[in-house]
């Protein structure tokens, strides 16, 4: 029967299926991929609510900091006094206060200083040699001058004192970067308390120790000793962060866990050697008393201009330099609603700006500037603010307007780091001989890509304000996928690095840890919280909830969370919740795991309907035999003209000459009409269709080599030279996680010859030499090169490069030259 001969046919398949299967999976190993993730979750509450919302009795902290901070030029020193206003929003209530002093960490007994290893994976900075493997240890000149620095100058915090609003001394304790103080008395919910905090320190050079923060020295100025650039972040001693979810924040800060902190509001007075421009946080409240009258008519020409108007031109900023000056200037700032606060400093400063007029009420216009002294050059001048702007308008569609008024990004030591209103930014362009400046390509497209990233760090985290110690993803992940999808906007030809393709390595290597692992332990930092995660919204944007839908939910998340504190578990909830989709099968997979996508096709199997009818069936029989190889034998015979007996003596011919085992008898046909008589009429129109149909039955058999379910994206290419995409959800791999089989019926003329899983690599599948069927080369490339010794020039700059005259040379001159 009809019905029995398809289950014949699919038992036998899944005999096959279920052979494979049992390769990979055996009775009791058995993991389910898709079981849900609230067991791994924190359970909702009032806080936090199960859609990953801030729940109806949500609360988090507000601290607001009058500071008056000077700058000792000669010194390199900031001396500065305090009043902190500490709100206690919580339901609990607190006996003491923690705060952060980040300096600390740059003291020779400092944490971090002694669990500092000699080489090794994972050390940020100036690196040392391996001294594994059995090769001599190395010490190389930056770790050098680096210790020297340290042993040569008094660093960290010198706490001058700490009291109340009345003057009193409140009594505290340093503990490595944190510093608990202990209140006279306790601090009941719903109330505040103001002190008061006098402290100084040395800055550190960024060069010398490789931090987020500090001066960088030009001793070839104009100016007799040269000039610095000073940035300043992590100066001045800040509350740590008291949560729902943890209480105090106080993890100790090694250095690359970055903080969370609490929204407040600043008023900040920077005293500054009088020819200083300043670039802060916040909104400059004595424009009359720190800026000529020229300057602020630049400003305001450039509110609503179509370029960049330039505030100090290059010539002002050389002329600048070429003078130092005793007098002092003190720029304030004010700034709302923000978690943090820097600012940079220097008499090198250019400065453009350009207004970006966003619309909306909350912030209508925004200006983007930069600040940048000559060695930033034409490469500053051309892609800094235009950047900026173009970075606000991409994350605004993606979350919120940006809500503060100015974007700034600056020029100086530290190659990228963000704060609220701020960004410090590194790369430059080469002096040349000839008085020119020109910049490799490589060092334009790391300005655009870091300005892009920085800037979005004041939408994620210095708004949505997530836990960067704990979470770092939640930081830089998030960030790195929405600069992506900005850069792509402004060049789809630079490496964005966020692409699925971009992972593979890492996610096949040993030294991949979960991307949910706190900052300080991660072992590669970059491709786990920035790529893996970049690539893993990529492809849930791009592949599995597509673009309306992850785009309507990301907007959620950001708008429900702005000016808020979320948590992994918020973020997971709300893409779920407003996406529709049930996601914990990604989640577990691309965040708790270390497995890799490697989906494999191993095999493919054409089933055809057998119809039962004898005319039918039985042709077919024959025209497969016909279709087998020809012996090889029976082809050399017949190639040497070896004529058959048969035809040498026909009487010795019979009945089964003329007719073979396919010859059909009316005793067939009776029996098909007799099976037909028997059918129920719908079982009758069944068989009829799929017989007049004669479509293709093939059974696609998948193994799941790297443990991470995905879906199956399939390129169909038929004989006819036409293609055809297929998607198959994750959920195939519901029952069975390492095996799965997978049925694709075309119609009689779309003959199958090819599949291949991830034509466009979207899924980050790390081995592809298992996605064709049948199996194809894959093209590599053979590289002949010569072994050159390496030089400190990383990039070719070809602007420059392209000067060089060209030059014949025999074998001896060209020897000659590369001894020189």
Known sequence: ??????????????????????????????????????????????????????????????????????????????????????????????????????????????????????????????????????????????????????????????????????????????????????????LKPGKKITFNLDYAFNIVEEDAVSARSGYEHFPDDEREGGNDIFLLAQWYPRLHAYTDYEAWTNKEFIGRGEFTLEFGNYDVELTVPADHIVSSTGALQNPKSVLTSTQRKRLEQAEDADRIVFVVTAEEALENEKEGTDKLKTWKFSAKNVRDFAWASSRKFMWDARGHQQGGDDQPLVMAMSFYPKEGGDLWKKYSTEAIIQTLEVYSRFSFDYPYPVAQS?????????????????????????????????????LIGVVIHEIGHIYFPMVVNSDERQWTWMDEGLNSFLDGVAGREWDPTIPWGVEPRDIVDYMKSSTQVPIMTQSDSVLRLGPNAYTKPAAALNILRETILGRELFDFAFKEYAQRWKYKRPTPSDFFRTMEEASGVDLDWFWRGWFYSTDHVDISLDSIYKLRLDTLDPDIDFDRLRQEELDKPMSLTDERNKAEGRELWVDRFSDITDFYDENDRFTVTNKERNKYQKFLSKLKPWEKATLERAVAEDKNYYVLEFSNHGGLVMPIILELTFADGTTEDQYIPAEIWRRTPKAVSKMIITDKDKELVSVTVDPRWETADVDVSNNHYPRKIIPSRIEAYKTKKRTGKVYRDIMQDIKTEAKSYDKDAAEDEDSN
């Not at 849900?36 to 936090?48: G, K």
């Not at 000669?74 to 002093?101: G, V």
């Not at 960290?156 to 004192?161: A, R």
């Not at 609220?420 to 400046?437: A, H, V, W």
């Open 1 to 186: 029967m009809f019905k029995k001969f398809i289950t014949v046919a699919v038992l036998s398949f899944s005999a096959i299926a279920s052979a494979n299967a049992a390769i990979n999976q055996t009775k009791g190993d058995f993991e389910d991929k898709f079981r849900q993730l609230d067991e791994s979750l924190p359970t909702p509450n009032v806080y936090r609510n199960a859609a990953g919302e801030p729940g109806h009795k949500y609360w988090q902290q507000q601290v607001d900091y009058k500071i008056k901070a000077k700058l000792n030029e000669e010194k390199r020193r900031i001396e500065a006094s305090q009043t902190i206003t500490y709100h206690n929003n919580s339901p609990d209530t607190l006996k003491y206060l923690w705060m952060q002093l980040d300096q600390n960490k740059f003291r020779n007994d400092s944490l971090s200083a002694k669990t500092t290893t000699f080489g090794g994976i994972g050390n940020r900075g100036p690196a040392t040699a391996s001294a594994s493997s059995g090769k001599a240890a190395q010490l190389s000149l930056d770790a050098l001058r680096r210790q020297q620095f340290t042993e040569d100058n008094v660093l960290g915090y010198d706490i001058q004192s700490v009291t109340d609003k009345s003057g009193n001394k409140l009594k505290y304790t340093i503990v490595g970067t944190n510093m608990r103080i202990d209140l006279p008395s306790y």
């Open 410 to 446: 600056v020029n100086g030591p530290v190659g990228g780091m963000e704060y609220p209103m701020i960004t410090f930014n590194g790369p430059r362009t080469e002096l040349q001989k000839d008085g020119s400046r020109t910049y490799s390509q490589a060092e334009k497209r790391f």
